[in-house]
Nanobody
Framework: VQLVESGGGSVQAGGSLRLSCAAS????????MGWFRQAPGKEREGVAG????????IYADSVEGRFTIPRDNAKNTLYLQMNSLKPEDTAMYYC?????????????????WGQGTQVTVS
């Protein structure tokens, strides 16, 4: 499956952005999906994940209550709605698909990745 992210940009602290991840094929029932981010000089971290069918979600503590990860199965599109953005949210954001076996937030358990989209919060 191929993944293409969009929606990144620059925003002031307190603002909102919505990232999109378009998949090249139907992922419902086949792949869990996740959003990850990597800031300069830091390791990639899991931000949010959603399972393949039921729609169960998990969020990193740092974004809990501010980010949501809706999934539009009809459009084969995953979103990351980001509200109350902080400067520490600045990073390259990546969409991933796969079949993780331990945690939806473990990047090593995902097999497919997009090219990333930059988010800058000032």
């Amino acid at each position: 499956v191929q993944l293409v992210e969009s929606g990144g940009g620059s925003v002031q602290a307190g603002g909102s952005l919505r990232l999109s991840c378009a998949a090249s094929e139907d992922t419902y029932g086949r792949y869990c999906m996740g959003w990850f981010r990597q800031a300069p000089g830091k390791e990639r971290e899991g931000v949010a994940g959603i399972d393949a069918e039921v729609g169960s979600t998990i969020y990193a503590d740092s974004v809990e209550g501010r980010f949501t990860i809706p999934r539009d199965n009809a459009k084969n599109t995953l979103y990351l709605q980001m509200n109350s953005l902080k400067p520490e949210d600045t990073a390259m954001y990546y969409c991933a698909a796969g079949q993780p076996w331990r945690s939806l937030l473990r990047d090593v358990e995902y097999g497919y990745w997009g090219q990333g989209t930059q988010v800058t919060v000032s």
